[in-house]
DNA sequence: ATACATGCAAACATTTTGCTTTGGC
DNA sequence: GCCAAAGCAAAATGTTTGCATGTAT
């Protein structure tokens, strides 16, 4: 398995932590699973409660902290701004897009799988204020058909 | 002065304070001073720090606080995600849009006023998963001409 | 004169770190 | 066995609230 593979999976990325040197932990395990399984951003408490479904036992707070810390500088997680008072992630899948379209009334998050709409505007604005490495967050809000 | 006016100054959002029955202090002055000369969003600290250079004394913290929740809640403001620890926020002039380009190396923040560059994306968004009410956040972050 | 706004201080929530023990390699 | 990872607990940071006093209306 070589670093362009194709594939993205929690096997895939147990691989790329072994590469980096770090070791494969039960904890670990656990926290990847949960964040592959999800289907929204998640908090760190909210990985916490689905690492220890999975594994068995319940890893610390600030293991999960530091494990999610560490993936994120690995771009192997990235933070998702849902105007909420606490930090949710996402696994970062390098080929897909990750915007998102929030509830306003009942907090459901969709992730907008459709084709990234404003990949030519970013280009755009990187040549126009000379920024590069461009990457952009972006969240739409709103009520969603099931609210008042 | 009535509500669909085309000027957006402190003099017509004191206007619009006092109509919802708030009375202006030389705190809320001050803290309004600021949010109209700033170019960038800025977190409550920054806020206090320049309304307090405006009118000679420094609001409380918590003055700070309780004015911009009040604001938000009233649409004259609103939280730019800058993905640092604290909320940025920046005054809203409902003419405008208030997209941003955010160096990852040195922190600066450019206000993006070209026309937004998904006002279409986010209609047909809207329509595809039955939300209402859309807006959107978005943040370009990037690495800026001056920087290595 | 009457509320609303303020300052101060404390409570709260969340994130981050230090240090000892555990366990993957 | 060695060193990274985990657990525990405390510190640091940022946000929010309660209450007595000041002040715009």
């Given at each position: 398995?070589?670093?362009?593979?194709?594939?993205?999976?929690?096997?895939?990325?147990?691989?790329?932590?072994?590469?980096e040197g770090l070791r494969i932990t039960r904890n670990?395990?656990?926290?990847?699973?949960?964040?592959?399984?999800?289907?929204?951003?998640?908090?760190?408490?909210?990985?916490?409660?689905?690492?220890?479904?999975?594994?068995?036992?319940?890893?610390?707070?600030?293991?999960?902290?530091?494990?999610i810390m560490l993936m994120e500088k690995l771009h192997l997680?990235?933070?998702?701004?849902?105007?909420?008072?606490?930090?949710?992630?996402?696994?970062?899948?390098?080929?897909?897009?990750?915007?998102?379209?929030?509830?306003?009334?009942?907090?459901?998050?969709?992730?907008?799988?459709?084709?990234?709409?404003?990949?030519?505007?970013?280009?755009?604005?990187?040549?126009?204020?000379?920024?590069?490495?461009?990457?952009?967050?972006?969240?739409?809000?709103?009520?969603?058909?099931?609210?008042?």
């Amino acid at each position: 398995m070589n670093r362009s593979d194709s594939t993205f999976t929690p096997e895939s990325v147990t691989e790329a932590l072994r590469r980096e040197g770090l070791r494969i932990t039960r904890n670990r395990r656990g926290i990847l699973q949960a964040l592959f399984e999800s289907v929204r951003p998640m908090s760190l408490q909210e990985i916490q409660s689905a690492a220890s479904v999975h594994e068995g036992s319940r890893p610390d707070y600030a293991t999960v902290f530091r494990m999610i810390m560490l993936m994120e500088k690995l771009h192997l997680v990235h933070k998702v701004n849902l105007q909420r008072s606490c930090s949710y992630y996402e696994i970062s899948d390098p080929r897909k897009h990750y915007d998102h379209l929030v509830c306003r009334s009942c907090g459901n998050v969709v992730l907008i799988d459709t084709p990234c709409p404003i990949g030519d505007a970013e280009k755009k604005i990187a040549l126009q204020h000379g920024f590069r490495d461009l990457s952009h967050s972006l969240e739409f809000f709103g009520v969603c058909a099931t609210c008042p």
